[in-house]
């Protein structure tokens, strides 16, 4: 009787364990649906790695304002500028992926780690969307004797180490765009760094540099106002914003690489929150003050889900790891 009371005691526990698990099981997914539906619950805070003003700010900005009517809670923009994002781009890769905290994503995602700055890069983000690509332009002032691409690529040959061009920093996407145009036409320029693209057309502006390498948007208003003029898009097709400038591969050149913006959170993201919020990314790139904004700044609206947005910036991480050792040591080797 007793080893009979001990086998019904064992049975009843196991049965308990079972349904105590089950129990918990049924808990767990009910809990997160739950958590899934309710999502956003409270504010969002949307991390981007400039100062106030620029171009990714602008973006971040316009893309919280929709955000913020697709998903009905406040998106917040905080801007932590410093080491080519890098700064940035820690802070949130460290944060829970729970969907409350995104990052701006621009084309410095693909390059910190090839310029040495910091040990992270998109394979510690989940990567949601890309929305916009701005393309390099050499422009110099308007009293410039040089009018064509060509003129001024003679010119730096003839007087290698002479000119200066200015960009928006030195690691900067602009920064690099004037390393490949020494590297593709076998021209030495002085590059003179500055604190964004706004300073370092300041100082075209001034005469105080030669020629500067900016943003298609950031170049055009100056352009059509008389005082630049726009020698080439380094690209393969013209800018919308600059339609009567030639792009290098018009002229029979092949560089030149774009700056982009998109947006990332922390690795781990929960399938149903990345779901929304891609779904909500996407509303807001259609919405006209995006598109507006996207036309004004002289930006092709440009838009790719994550596994789309992952595949691009793998490609664009092997080039920068394979583009930027090389043009940093044929940099050091003229000097």
Not at 252 to 274: E, H, M, N
Not at 283 to 301: H, P, T, V
Not at 303 to 314: A, I, K, Q, S, Y
Not at 328 to 333: D, E, G, L, N, S
Request: glycine fraction near 8%; include cysteine.
């Amino acid at each position: 009787m007793t080893l009979l009371r001990q086998c019904d005691a064992d049975a009843l526990s196991r049965v308990v364990l079972i349904l105590w698990l089950a129990g918990q099981i049924v808990l767990s997914f009910g809990c997160h649906s739950t958590q899934s539906r309710s999502y956003p619950s409270k504010p969002i805070r949307l991390i981007v790695q400039t100062v106030p003003g620029g171009l990714s700010d602008a973006v971040s900005r316009v893309m919280a304002s929709q955000l913020e009517l697709q998903l009905g809670v406040p998106v917040v923009c905080e801007n932590r500028p410093g080491a080519a994002g890098a700064v940035a781009f820690l802070y949130v890769v460290r944060q829970r992926p729970d969907g409350y905290l995104l990052g701006h994503g621009p084309v410095e995602i693909a390059m910190v780690q090839a310029l040495g700055l910091a040990q992270v890069g998109p394979k510690d983000m989940d990567l949601l969307c890309l929305v916009s690509m701005s393309d390099p332009v050499l422009a110099v002032h308007s009293a410039s004797s040089w009018k064509t691409f060509n003129a001024l690529v003679e010119s730096a040959r003839t007087r290698p180490g002479y000119y200066i061009i200015g960009n928006s920093g030195t690691g900067s996407i602009w920064h690099i765009n004037a390393l490949l145009l020494e590297e593709a036409t076998r021209t030495q320029f002085v590059h003179c760094p500055f604190g964004g693209s706004a300073a370092a057309i300041t100082a075209l502006l001034g005469r105080h540099v030669d020629a500067v390498v900016a943003g298609a948007g950031e170049v055009a208003p100056y352009v059509q106002a008389g005082s630049l003029r726009a020698l080439a898009v380094f690209s393969a097709q013209r800018s919308p914003v600059l339609p009567d400038v030639p792009a290098v591969r018009e002229l029979g050149w092949d560089f030149g690489t774009p700056a982009w913006s998109g947006f990332y959170a922390p690795k781990g993201l929960p399938d149903p929150v990345r779901s929304r919020l891609v779904g909500a990314f996407k509303k807001a790139f259609e919405s006209e003050a995006f598109q507006r904004l996207c036309r004004e700044r002289g930006m092709r609206a440009v838009f790719l889900g994550p596994d789309e947005f992952r595949v691009f910036v793998d490609g664009q991480t092997q080039f920068f790891e394979s583009a930027i050792p090389r043009l940093i040591t044929r940099a050091w080797a003229v000097q």
